[in-house]
């Protein structure tokens, strides 16, 4: 994957900062969007017609599965997959609590909290093959929970934690000695049972293990993701948006959004806002993706790509952006910097996905309240964007990826960063929050997209790939995983 490098001058620390938040996610994704509607996408067709399939497919599985209590509908989350074929994470905080001495909950808040947030970050796409069968039983999963079930095993093993007497726990002292091989050995890949992105997953723990201790101030002295809460979220956050607000320009088109943030602890429930959270493990986290991102004024922005389509003739801003003879290539900085960024779509997916997934024990074991969950996306990964092109809401145009097939009939298989997946990936963004809302209608129900994501849509991909592609299950288009994005 080549870097991605764009030379910003003073709007770069604006330009960052926005694309490192929530809104800028929808907003980017639809202005993509927009060009689709006129037809000037570079590798897809989009056909809106094609929408009200899928809103009856997934208002089917909807129903087949919960009947008409759409209220026990639960949110899109890790502790799902945790839970494949049997429970596993109530019965581990049930062992906890029958303990002696038992800890209090906030300890079992951060022993979970440290728990999903490794989980999320080895949960990109593990590819056809692969499969793993869990501890002292006979049941084998793959992909996404069968990611998770090994993940489990891992964390219930002591394999994150550098203290045997304490092993439900992830730590930066036990990444600090984390291998491929050791990783490998953990999750039962071999070369029958081969992984994707196994380096790349592997890499992202030891980075992780590096963030970890380098912001003690999210995370401890002990530096461990849990401590985000015993650090009290309220006040290290609200610090982190007061700093990002007073770098930006009133006159920044987005610069009231960090100003607006805010968390209060009433009397009776504390209450977060989820870009806080979010805010939190952008920040925290940010080093730990490859340094092979797209970067903005020599910082590494993570799940953030240039779109061709958008630095065409359909972006609003064309005429003040990058000339047409600048691409966006190793060491090209360009004349225009103010207007540079504004070509670049972000997605977060995995920080997304890690924020829903905190979100869960945050609330059941403190009983803590989080709003503002409406700023979040849906996720924009192959099962939710393979539901779309199998539906053909989105198709490929005759020849466009051509190079990237095997044969003239096999499925293209692209990098995450080709300019056709960051269209396909940001279409779906907005196609998702498009579908949550036909199904409400549909259904005559208020669900959240967390429920739809977790009821349907990404359940739906999974289905409706298996019944076109039944050999794999795989998505439409195969994804060159490297462990850190899908």
Aim: aromatic fraction near 8%.
């Amino acid at each position: 994957m080549s870097l991605q490098t764009v030379d910003l001058a003073s709007s770069a620390a604006n330009q960052v900062q926005y694309l490192r938040s929530l809104p800028a996610i929808r907003e980017r994704c639809t202005r993509v969007h927009n060009l689709a509607q006129k037809g000037k996408l570079e590798y897809f067709e989009y056909h809106p017609e094609k929408e009200s399939e899928v809103i009856d497919f997934c208002s089917q599985i909807i129903q087949r599965d919960f009947g008409t209590d759409y209220s026990k509908i639960p949110p899109h989350s890790r502790w799902r997959h945790f839970d494949v074929g049997r429970p596993r994470v109530q019965p581990l905080i049930d062992s906890w609590k029958s303990s002696s001495p038992a800890p209090p909950d906030l300890e079992i808040a951060k022993r979970l909290i440290d728990l999903f947030l490794v989980s999320v970050l080895l949960d990109a796409g593990a590819g056809n093959q692969w499969k793993y069968t869990e501890q002292g039983a006979s049941a084998s999963f793959s992909r996404s929970e069968g990611l998770a079930v090994a993940s489990f095993d891992m964390f219930v093993n002591g394999f994150f934690s550098a203290d045997a007497k304490d092993p439900f726990r992830v730590d930066a002292a036990a990444l600090d000695k984390i291998s491929t091989e050791k990783v490998a050995a953990a999750m039962q890949v071999s070369s029958s049972n081969p992984m994707s992105g196994i380096e790349g997953r592997t890499g992202l723990l030891a980075n992780l293990g590096l963030a970890l201790k380098s912001q003690p101030g999210f995370f401890g002295d002990s530096a461990r993701p849990g401590n985000m809460l015993g650090a009290c979220i309220v006040n290290l956050v609200q610090r982190f948006v007061d700093q990002v607000s007073s770098d930006m320009s009133p006159d920044h088109p987005h610069a009231d959004f960090l100003k607006t943030q805010s968390v209060s602890s009433p009397t009776g429930a504390t209450k977060i806002h989820i870009s806080s959270l979010f805010g939190l493990l952008i920040e925290g986290l940010n080093s730990i993706w490859p340094p092979s991102r797209t970067q903005l004024g020599g910082v590494s922005l993570g799940d953030v790509w240039p779109c061709t389509s958008l630095a065409g003739s359909g972006n609003p801003k064309r005429k003040n952006s990058i000339p047409d003879n600048v691409k966006f290539s190793p060491g090209v900085k360009t004349k225009s910097p103010a207007a540079a960024g504004e070509d670049l779509v972000p997605f977060h997916k995995l920080t997304q996905w890690t924020t829903y997934s905190l979100v869960e024990p945050i609330e059941k074991v403190l009983g803590w309240e989080v709003e503002g969950m409406e700023d979040m996306t849906g996720l924009p990964e192959y099962r939710n964007g393979g539901l779309l092109v199998d539906f053909e809401v989105l198709t490929l145009r005759p020849g466009a990826v051509s190079s990237y097939r095997e044969t003239p009939t096999s499925l293209p298989k692209l990098p995450p960063s080709h300019p056709a997946i960051i269209e396909w990936r940001a279409m779906t963004v907005i196609e998702l929050d498009r579908i949550a809302d036909g199904i409400r209608k549909k259904l005559n129900f208020p669900f959240t997209l967390a429920q739809v994501l977790e009821s349907a849509t990404w359940k739906g991909g999974r289905e409706i790939a298996k019944q076109k592609r039944p050999e794999t299950g795989g998505p439409p288009i195969e994804i060159e995983s490297d462990g850190t994005v899908f």
